[in-house]
């Protein structure tokens, strides 16, 4: 694959949406809907897939990748399910029951078109290893820019049908305290507690539109729109999960500790302030930076671990994060699989000590994560990686849907507050869906 072409400026959300109508084969929509300190902003669409891996081996993934030569463009894009480690993590806890919506844990794909856009330069780049093909996108990419953005995304939203979780409140709440208890216990420090809601559309929903929605009401740099067999995932994540450069230089940035966003103004610097001088956020967090560090140092050089910047907040549009940025570098002769693997599942997702924490989660947890809390992104063929973590995370199928949301369990921790948190976390999708939160609070 070769850059076939460079173009002026069109905009990402409104030239995918038109390329992707009617689009029947596998795709890929990475975009940035909020811009991070620590990216470029970008977005990317791959379309007309070359070669597809569905796999529960780490190793098939590793031979796709190793190509015997650094090509920047030999890119594979996919999703890593969080149980894509479990049976060697917790060998003696083997679940029976299949994730539904795809029982493959590794689920990746290389392109033969691929639009770059970057925002900064204000340009389009088109990457394409056929001419003919590279032709008729350019030409649909600049007939494009003479319609009126309001011809797409006009479907109405379907009415939902009916919304249930796998929990109920009340069950929630028992389970955190059952944690906590096990915390006290000392069996573990932190715990990721998390719970499904799933229904169905009264039709099937306009995936783009819904997508556009999600973007809007929850933005953050790491949102995604793929295709994958009869499944939409439309994500718009403020987590990264791992980032390599093709000199082998990682970054992560794990997100733990929350609190809503606030209205007025005053109120919102109050809680803001609240959020950073939280003792036990910040303790959270630095449990989480502590596990990361570990997992990273053994992919990583000698001493080359570092943590450059702890509990640093951002805020999105319904809640404020804290986050620490952690830095490594590739060990010789290991590749940035090598790292995200030996981090996975990500730790923000599990608790610590991440094993014991991940048998509590396999005991409480009536069903796989499956996707939720895994990863989603791409592998460059030059050794480089990014992928970001699943959270604010909406799937599809037919007129089927599901979202997860949870959160870190400690000894302080107050049941109905984490239960509030898992709201709060919803409050995006449940905005995209047009479904009123106070409906998650009878469940």
Known sequence: MKL???????????????LLQG??????????????KDEVPRSILALHPLETLAT???SKLQDKLSTGKRQETNAWFGTINYEARRESLLPFYARKQEYSLNNKTLNFTRYGLLLIWNHHQQKLFCYCEEADLADLTVEKITATSHKHKEHISNTAMPAINNISSNDSNDEYLKKVEAIIEGIHAGEMYQTNLTRKFYGHFAAKPPIFKTFRRLTQESPAPYSALIKQGQTYILSSSPELFLKCDADGHLLALPI?????REKDEHADLKVRQTLLSSEKNRAENLMIVDLMRNDLSQSCEFGTVNTPELFRLTSYETIHHLSSLITGKLAEGKTALDAVENCFPPGSMTGAPKIKAMEWIDRLENAPRGIYSGAIGWFGGDGSCQLSVIIRTLLIQDTYFEFQVGGGIVADSDPVDEWQETLTKARGICNTLEIDSYLLRQL
Do not use: I, R, V
């Open 4 to 18: 076939y072409q460079t173009l002026a400026w069109h905009d990402p959300l409104h030239t995918a949406e038109l």
């Open 256 to 260: 733990k500790g929350s609190c809503p």
């Open 56 to 58: 529960n081996d780490w």
């Open 23 to 36: 689009e029947e084969h596998d795709f890929t929509f990475l975009h940035t809907s909020m811009e991070s």
